[in-house]
T-cell receptor, first 113, second 120 residues
Framework: QQQVKQSPQSLIVQKGGISIINCAYENTAFDYFPWYQQFPGKGPALLIAIRPDVSEKKEGRFTISFNKSAKQFSLHIMDSQPGDSATYFCAASMQGGSEKLVFGKGTKLTVNP | NAGVTQTPKFRVLKTGQSMTLLCAQDMNHEYMYWYRQDPGMGLRLIHYSVGEGTTAKGEVPDGYNVSRLKKQNFLLGLESAAPSQTSVYFC???????????????????FGPGTRLTVL
């Protein structure tokens, strides 16, 4: 049973455009929702994260939008740049869960110059 | 700080051979994890450890064993490798909320560079 569903699998955006990746979760006990960024040949690294007491978190060009009632959250990348080309994973975890993360299957983002 | 390191970086095995992957972290993290990454499957948790001397099964533990004899090291073993275990393996570590790590770092997992394993 996949607890975090991520879409789309791949995304192509022009430089300067907005990239949007969506995730949906099932377990209402999740209380932490991070996004990880992975470049080819590297390990994933935390990009931005949100807790369910806020509906939006922004860090530079990256924004998480969170909809608790719909059990959905999304990553928005404003003014997308070729250097943003990477695979993005959403994830979720819960308190008391040994900090285990449940990952989505990933979205490969390509930003064309 | 080196962060999280993994050895080896690459390995080719024949079916039935055994090997051990080593993960080391120098951040004094309580929690450590082993994942495998396959195309289109995301990151799947194999085993994890919440402290020295303790381990637990993750989502896909079959065919793997782990040990955490020292806080800074987490070993992943394949006793009899199978072609289905061809994958990229990532180790990660994190603070524990209970251990009183920095609040901002709760739940943040720090990943190693990965080990690419091919089983023929």
């Amino acid at each position: 049973q996949q607890q975090v569903k991520q879409s789309p699998q791949s995304l192509i955006v022009q430089k300067g455009g907005i990239s949007i990746i969506n995730c949906a979760y099932e377990n209402t006990a999740f209380d932490y929702f991070p996004w990880y960024q992975q470049f080819p040949g590297k390990g994933p690294a935390l990009l931005i994260a949100i807790r369910p007491d806020v509906s939006e978190k922004k860090e530079g060009r990256f924004t998480i939008s969170f909809n608790k009632s719909a059990k959905q959250f999304s990553l928005h990348i404003m003014d997308s740049q070729p250097g943003d080309s990477a695979t993005y994973f959403c994830a979720a975890s819960m308190q008391g869960g040994s900090e285990k993360l449940v990952f989505g299957k990933g979205t490969k983002l390509t930003v064309n110059p | 700080n080196a962060g999280v390191t993994q050895t080896p970086k690459f390995r080719v095995l024949k079916t039935g051979q055994s090997m051990t992957l080593l993960c080391a972290q120098d951040m004094n993290h309580e929690y450590m994890y082993w994942y495998r990454q396959d195309p289109g499957m995301g990151l799947r948790l194999i085993h994890y450890s919440v402290g020295e001397g303790t381990t637990a099964k993750g989502e896909v533990p079959d065919g793997y064993n782990v040990s955490r004899l020292k806080k800074q090291n987490f070993l992943l073993g394949l006793e009899s490798a199978a072609p289905s275990q061809t994958s990229v393996y990532f180790c990660a570590s994190s603070y524990s909320r209970l251990a009183g790590g920095p609040v901002r770092s709760y739940n943040e997992q720090f990943f190693g560079p990965g080990t690419r394993l091919t089983v023929l």
